[in-house]
């Protein structure tokens, strides 16, 4: 009885080894048609595009510093695409905030790298006890921190709850380049993660903030989406604006959560809608914050 007690187990183990290593290979295959674009901005300065958060790269004689690291089966594609503008690792792994799109490269990078982040993306990849130690940020900051690497100085800057409770943004001072990370989503309704201290209002606020900062020159990289400029992300903080006074509106006029979804959102932002934040998210997300906030 033991014997076949054992051999149970062992074989109830085998299985679900298989089944671990078969959903693990799945994960992976879905990245395997994946391509790292890169696009030269200026002379030390790039942006990658592949799955998941754009990566800034800054690259030169001091080395190589990237802003986000997108999901883990990528490492060796951005690794590559890395190599083809210059020979060597990362120094500087600097995280706009903690979701996996953006850190997934992580436990790759910060084998040999630095990596940088707000105290609250600390807080939230430690949370994750199947988080590596090398996939945590060893230099986090409250507000602001400046980097200044490849003749240039890169502000790390903070500004409170808004896509999450640790969102950054990173701004080069001398090439007039700005990585906003999820704070800004390309002509798209953005995610804002409430459960991770996300805020509807404090979203618009940090972009408003930042839109003051920039001038008509300057090269907007967005969290997801293609590079883009100030009128772009002034038109998206519009797009935030109108809809934050829609649903207030709605909600003092007495409209449940159903009904407004039944009337969807105003007309000129229905193409806004994409696979992950569809219309009907987008108003979850604005009728839950907003009913909840002055």
């Given amino acids: 009885m033991k014997l076949r007690f054992q051999r149970h187990i062992i ?13 693990s290979a799945i994960a992976d295959d879905k990245f395997n048609d994946v391509m790292i674009k890169s696009k030269k901005l200026d002379n030390n300065t790039y942006m990658f595009m592949g799955a998941g958060g754009n990566i800034g790269v800054s690259a030169g004689g001091d080395g190589i510093l990237i802003i986000d690291d997108q999901f883990a089966p990528l490492a060796d594609k951005i690794t590559a695409a890395l190599n083809e503008i210059q020979p060597g690792v990362p120094k500087y792994i600097v995280n706009t905030h903690y979701h996996g799109d ?4 992580n436990a790759h990078f910060g084998e040999q790298g630095t990596i940088l982040a707000h105290h609250n993306v600390l807080k939230r990849l430690q949370a994750d006890s199947t988080t590596p130690a090398s996939a945590l940020p060893v230099i ?12 240039d100085t890169l502000e790390v800057i ?24 999820d704070l800004y989503f390309k002509d798209r309704f953005p995610y ?19 839109l003051d900062r ?4 300057t090269k907007v990289i967005p969290g997801h989406g293609e590079l883009a400029d100030k009128n772009a992300l002034l038109r998206f903080k519009h797009m935030l604006d109108d809809s934050i006074n829609w649903m207030r509106g709605e909600i003092e006029m007495g409209r449940d959560l159903a009904t407004i979804k039944k009337q969807g959102v105003p007309a000129e932002y229905a193409n ?23």
């Fill in 11 to 23: 074989g109830l183990s085998a299985l679900t080894l298989l089944a671990l290593t078969q959903t």
């Fill in 102 to 105: 953006h850190t997934g490269g």
């Fill in 140 to 151: 986090t900051f409250a507000e602001n921190i400046s980097i200044h690497f490849n003749q």
């Fill in 158 to 181: 903070h500004l409170g709850p808004g896509h999450t409770d640790g969102d950054s943004v990173v701004m080069w001072q001398k090439a007039n380049i700005i990585h906003m990370g």
């Fill in 192 to 210: 804002i993660d409430l459960e991770a201290g996300g805020s509807v209002t404090g979203y618009r606020e940090n972009v408003s903030i930042i």
């Fill in 214 to 217: 920039l001038d008509n020159k």
């Fill in 272 to 294: 806004w809608s994409w696979a992950f934040i569809s219309a009907d998210k987008w108003i979850e997300t604005l009728y839950q914050d907003l009913s909840t906030t002055p």
